[in-house]
């Protein structure tokens, strides 16, 4: 039976992030993708011009529907919105034991809020405990901490970040490097009674990375319904992010997609 993996996540018009992004790694792994949406934006390369937020009732309606159908066996949850439909969502998730990837999607690339503020709160209290696994970039690690943005600064501050983050969410958790500094990006993988993971990757200076964390995400969840453990997914998942960055096709005019069938398009270069 083909696997399957459920996204709960926002649309992205512009299609390099959120559910359309999610779905498309997804197919890339040979994975069934279903979605359940909670917020519709309007965006493009260039930022978010609009979003609204769906009822809870609505996103349950969908959790539902997807579930009494189809062997999930995966969810990756993104951009939630409201506080209200974060602890609708955990509600629906919580009794299904089902392996949760939560990417803490706060903001769009432009910098445009995906997530009320008060949901923050929510989110760590309902969500996380759920999750197999965390994939906060580091703004977001700093939110669900409750510090400001850039609070802790450089190297030193770095280290303290991992330092309360370890204390305050004792998940497995995926600490996304790429707003860091230096030519060298390292996403660090923290699971219980075990040394870090740390994956590494020359930064590219370009400035088509939009949706490279519900990318990440997502291919960590695709990779876990194909039955790998969880270091292992990991590890494919940036192999792949890689890969799709080398490929972005160079759309818009301002923080492009990636190419989410690399392989594809490696098969047709001459």
Request: charged share 15%.
């Amino acid at each position: 039976m083909k696997a399957v993996a459920l996204t709960v996540a926002g649309s992205d018009s512009g299609g390099g992030a959120g559910i359309q992004a999610d779905l498309k790694t997804f197919a890339a792994h040979g994975v069934y993708g279903a979605s359940v949406l909670t917020l519709v934006t309007a965006q493009n390369t260039r930022g978010v011009a609009a979003s609204h937020a769906l009822p809870p009732e609505l996103v349950v309606a969908q959790l539902q529907a997807v579930l009494d159908d189809f062997p999930v066996a995966v969810v990756k949850v993104g951009a939630l919105g409201t506080a209200p439909v974060v602890r609708a969502v955990a509600d629906v998730l919580r009794p299904t034991g089902l392996p949760l990837i939560l990417d803490p999607v706060m903001f769009a690339k432009g910098g445009a809020a995906l997530l009320d503020s008060d949901a923050v709160t929510a989110l760590r209290t309902e969500l996380l405990p759920l999750a197999c696994l965390v994939t906060p970039n580091l703004p977001e690690a700093e939110a669900l901490l409750g510090l400001a943005p850039g609070e802790l600064h450089g190297k030193t501050g770095l280290e303290a970040l991992r330092d309360r983050l370890r204390e305050a969410l004792p998940f497995p958790l995926l600490l996304k490097g790429g707003h860091g500094a230096g030519e060298t990006v390292e996403d660090e993988l923290w699971l219980p009674n075990a040394a870090p993971l740390v994956l590494t990757a020359p930064r590219r200076h370009t400035r088509h990375t939009h949706g490279t964390g519900c990318t990440l995400s997502s291919a960590v969840a695709a990779n876990l319904a194909l039955g790998h453990a969880l270091p292992e997914a990991v590890r494919h998942a940036h192999t792949y992010v890689q890969a799709a960055l080398g490929h972005a096709p160079g759309l818009g005019s301002g923080h492009g997609p990636l190419e989410h069938f690399p392989r594809f398009v490696a098969q047709e270069m001459p």
